[in-house]
């Protein structure tokens, strides 16, 4: 039996665990929340909502295509919903061992079932954030075409490749903490550098294509294309995306591998 058919195994024997852990990390998260879990959109609709205010007067004239009176709201609304989801996966992954410390040191149970955990919950407050911007789009008056099935295989491409980014980083911080002080700066300056805010026709050509070597850009361009456009994604970025997946979870798992023992000792 090869090491991916006993690491698919031992994730299906453990199905239970990881889904309950996933509830109790949901709950315990708004537990004695009057709200519950509209926090874990609020941050990004607040977000949509200052800049839409700001910049849709000025950015309104650069959407063609987008067949509404509220193109930069509903743009704008596109890119967050990828870039939230890539960055809670990189955000929970970098403390992930840090903070399950203890139970990594009282309990014993296959320890990359935390990665799982992380996984989930991180896709589930995505799909609430999809359909409350779902809801926004029809207030709108902007109704999805077929093209959103398409964020069924971004969303878990997404996902994954934001994981294995997560895992590294998640390993390092164990052992040196400035990677948990480092990780969110580089994660603001990428969000400066993706197209989310704005697009990438403001930019001077010549430049451009520094924007495009930000492994995100083809991502949320991608969330672009299926939720405001409602266009397939590029077949070529999704390939690239799978590819660039693959490489970050094998450095991610590997890393892993080498130094899981060593991280308890230092936890």
């Not at 990004?44 to 067949?67: R, W």
Request: proline share 4%; net charge positive.
């Amino acid at each position: 039996m090869t090491r991916l058919q006993l690491k698919t195994q031992q994730i299906w024997q453990n199905r239970f665990f990881i889904l309950t852990a996933i509830k109790m990390d949901f709950k315990s998260r708004f537990s004695r929340s009057l709200f519950g879990s509209v926090w874990a959109i609020l941050n990004p609709l607040v977000m949509v909502a200052i800049y839409a205010f700001i910049l849709s007067k000025i950015m309104q004239a650069k959407l063609p295509g987008i067949e509404s009176s509220y193109a930069y709201p509903i743009y704008l609304i596109s890119g967050i919903i990828g870039w939230t989801l890539f960055t809670e996966v990189i955000s929970r992954s970098l403390m992930v061992f840090i903070e399950n410390g203890h139970y990594l040191k009282k309990l014993s149970f296959p320890r990359s079932n935390l990665i799982f955990i992380v996984l989930g919950a991180s896709l589930i407050n995505s799909g609430i954030f999809i359909l409350v911007s779902i809801a926004i789009f029809l207030i709108l008056n902007f109704y999805p075409s077929s093209s959103l099935l398409w964020l069924i295989p971004l969303e878990i491409l997404t996902a994954l490749f934001a994981l294995g980014i997560g895992i590294s980083c998640g390993v390092l911080n164990v052992f040196l903490r400035d990677i948990g002080q480092v990780v969110p700066i580089i994660l603001q300056l990428l969000f400066w550098l993706t197209p989310i805010v704005y697009t990438i026709n403001i930019i001077p050509q010549d430049v451009q294509y520094l924007l495009e070597l930000n492994p995100v850009f083809d991502i949320i361009n991608m969330y672009h294309d299926v939720l405001a456009y409602q266009t397939a994604p590029s077949m070529q970025s999704m390939a690239k995306l799978a590819l660039i997946t693959l490489i970050a979870n094998i450095i991610g798992l590997t890393l892993y591998r080498k130094a899981h023992n060593q991280i308890v000792e230092e936890l």
